[in-house]
């Protein structure tokens, strides 16, 4: 079956970086593209951008270009999500998500990862 | 980009009500639209996609109509355990952008 498994919590000073982790399982890697989401406490999902697993070629949301990068690892069919220059407004949850094939939406989601940021 | 946007932000109906939800685009999407089911504590869950096929194992209580801009969720009959926040979600091409949800609670 599909699974998504994600690095756990973390807590960060403002100013810092934080790489999340995201191993997929029970499907074939290069064949979904993976998405980051995330969620503030109490406040709607919001798009952060997208992974090609087989090419690497990434889209980002405009408000993170030139602070987030997405990357992957075929042969442990992990993806990565790096935040960096972190504030107290990057506190959320953060969930990888599959797409699934045949552009179909996000079927699969990851158990979410929080992360807070506080000096 | 487009934006999405759903109404009500949220709604109070009671146990076997028809509750309807909508979300419109700013721009035409052909029906790559997707609805989500998010309760409270856990991880959303895609219900819909292509604006009206049911996810494998959703009730069929649930359903979506529409196209191009204009959107609806409707829940037949509404059950104790359909209280959730809804989100509907483009995903013709990026940005895969979200509506900002649909809080749903029971009388």
């Known amino acids: 079956q599909v699974q998504l498994v994600q690095s756990g919590a973390e807590v960060k000073r403002p100013g810092a970086s934080v790489k999340i982790s995201c191993k997929a399982s029970?499907?074939?890697?290069?064949?979904?593209?993976v998405h980051w989401v995330r969620q503030a406490p109490g406040q709607g999902l919001e798009w952060m951008g997208i992974?090609?697993?087989?090419?690497?070629?990434?889209i980002y949301a405009q408000n993170y270009q030139g602070r987030v990068t997405m990357t992957r690892d075929t042969s442990t069919s992990t993806v990565y999500m790096e935040l960096g220059s972190l504030t107290s407004e990057d506190t959320a949850l953060y969930y990888c998500?599959?797409?699934?094939?045949?552009?179909?939406?996000?079927?699969?989601w990851g158990q979410g990862t929080l992360i807070t940021v506080s000096s | 980009d487009i934006q999405m946007t759903q109404s009500p932000p949220s709604l109070s109906a009671s146990v076997g009500d028809r509750v309807t939800i909508t979300c419109r685009a700013s721009?035409?999407?052909?029906?790559?639209l997707a609805w989500y089911q998010q309760k409270p504590g856990k991880v959303p869950k895609l219900l819909i996609y292509?604006?009206?096929t049911l996810q494998s194992g959703v009730p069929s209580r649930f359903s979506g109509s529409g196209s191009g801009t204009d959107f609806t969720l409707t829940i037949s009959g509404l059950q104790p355990e359909d209280v959730s926040t809804y989100y509907c979600?483009?995903?013709?091409?990026?940005?895969?952008?979200f509506g900002q949800g649909t809080r749903l609670e029971i009388k």
């Open positions: 721009q035409g999407i052909g029906n790559h």
């Open positions: 998500v599959r797409e699934g094939e045949g552009q179909m939406p996000f079927d699969f």
């Open positions: 292509s604006a009206s």
């Open positions: 979600q483009k995903y013709n091409r990026a940005p895969y952008t």
């Open positions: 029970g499907y074939t890697f290069s064949r979904s593209y």
């Open positions: 992974i090609n697993p087989g090419g690497g070629t990434t």
